[in-house]
């Protein structure tokens, strides 16, 4: 009866467990171990185009030396898109990095 016990818990913890989407690595026989969740990736930090240095710039895709100098050059905007009304890059570019920076007002 304790063996059925076990096999009925092990059940029910496997249904939770893909009930919650937890992925439950199998184990060899005899081992024990405690199903684990995966830990959420960190967001990504936004880039504050109106502080950000040349070289922080610099890693934006398709921000070279002369788009990252624009860009400071520029400074401050209130808003991200500016980069483009502006003229400081074309729309093809800010389409790459625009889910990366933000422009923070000053306080």
Known sequence: MSRL????????????????GVMVARTPAGARSAPRMAAPAPAAALMD????????LKTLPGIGDAYAKRIIAGRPYSAKNQLVTKGIIPKATYDKIADKIIAKHAK
């Not at 016990?5 to 919650?20: H, W």
């Not at 185009?49 to 922080?56: E, P, R, S, V, Y």
């Open 49 to 56: 185009i109106n502080t950000a240095t040349l070289d922080q």
């Open 5 to 20: 016990n076990r096999l009925l818990s092990f059940a029910c913890l496997g249904l939770l467990a893909s009930s919650l």
